[in-house]
């Protein structure tokens, strides 16, 4: 009969002949799980060709500057969600478009409320839970200058302006304070022409699209560790983002003045600056002194959990979490002057 020993080395042996039998696949797997896992693979072509956008419930008009959504429900059906927005006549994520309002909230599609229902949206939570009057008039895709514009056009005697800053703003910024009239919105009619192509392109792929994109990323190493992604943000040039921002704010001086400006920044997480603050109330009393503003420090206001994993948005938590962080604000600012 076997040894004990005779036995321990057969088995011994089996473990070795099976584990390198098996290491291509346990290679394979392993790496596979670091891409996914341990870098930012998913997320940039999540948001490069995944995302399903809403550009079938845009239209373009000569109104303001672009594009606006149509009047009806939007369905939005992503990895992480399934939402429905509904916009009012005016293209607007509102449930009353008459409805008088004190406090108007301008932004790109974190102000809209990408990835959220339309209960869920910090605009509606201020009306529905903070009793506030609210207009939310944020729009996917807007800059600082057009969601002035928007504010301009449906101005109505409120009291406080929240206006929500993101990172990919900058650059529309700065061309705002470059161009004219007529050259800015031919560059914004342009970039809506490239949405729409981008959009029906990815459509025409089919689910064969991000499967190429995660292959083409993989063999040309287009991706990094999680940390290095979000650090990103920290080589951005704030003093430059907050100066082409003030610049643009300073040219609707007089539709601001009399009204509290409350400014914050949603820029997904691990965007979001540390020296957005200390930047950005630098520019404005410098471009626009005397107006009314706060800046928030989003960055140490919102966390991980306040966004989705791979979407750039805030989630319903997130947009719980900022109405709660704004009411104070609102309600210090709506309160009676001191005889």
């Given amino acids: 009969m076997p040894t004990n020993s005779t036995e321990t080395l057969s088995a011994g042996k089996r473990l070795v002949f099976y584990l390198v039998l098996l290491s291509p696949l346990l290679a394979i797997v392993g790496g596979g799980l670091y891409l996914v896992l341990g870098t930012s693979l998913v997320r940039e072509v999540y948001l490069a060709s995944w995302r399903n956008l809403e550009t079938p419930c845009m239209r373009w008009t000569d109104q303001g500057y672009g594009y606006k959504a149509k009047p009806g429900p939007c369905v939005l059906n992503n990895p992480e969600y399934r939402t429905v927005m509904t916009f009012d006549e005016e293209g607007f994520r509102n449930a009353d478009t008459k409805a008088p309002a004190d406090v108007v909230l301008i932004g790109d599609s974190h102000t809209q409320g990408f990835g959220v229902n339309d209960s869920e949206t910090f605009s509606d939570i201020l009306r529905t839970r903070y009793q506030f009057r609210t207009r939310n008039l944020g729009i996917s895709s807007y800059a600082t200058l057009r969601e002035l514009e928007s504010l301009k056009a449906y ?5 406080v302006v929240v206006l929500q800053f993101c990172n990919n703003d900058a650059d529309e910024n700065k061309r705002a304070v470059e161009s004219t009239r007529e050259e800015f919105l031919a560059q914004v009619h342009s970039r809506w022409l490239h949405m729409q192509a981008r959009y029906h392109d990815n459509k025409a792929r089919g689910p064969i699209a991000p499967v190429l994109d995660f292959a083409h990323a993989i063999l040309k190493g287009d991706y990094r560790s999680h940390a290095r992604f979000e650090a ?12 082409n921002f003030a610049k643009v704010v300073a040219r609707y001086r007089s539709l601001l003045e009399g009204k509290k400006l409350i400014v914050f920044e949603s820029s997904g997480f691990g965007f ?17 002194p005397g107006l009314d503003v706060a800046v928030l420090d989003s960055q140490a206001l919102l966390s991980r959990s306040d966004y989705y994993r791979i979407d750039d948005h805030l989630n319903a938590k997130g947009h719980e979490h900022l109405a709660q962080i704004l009411s104070p604000l609102i309600t210090d600012a709506l309160k009676p002057a001191a005889p």
């Fill in 155 to 159: 101005t109505g005697g409120e009291k």
């Fill in 232 to 243: 990103r943000s920290l080589a951005r040039n704030m003093r430059w983002e907050a100066d």
């Fill in 272 to 288: 979001n600056h540390p020296g957005f603050k200390p930047a950005f109330e630098a520019a404005l009393s410098q471009h626009a």
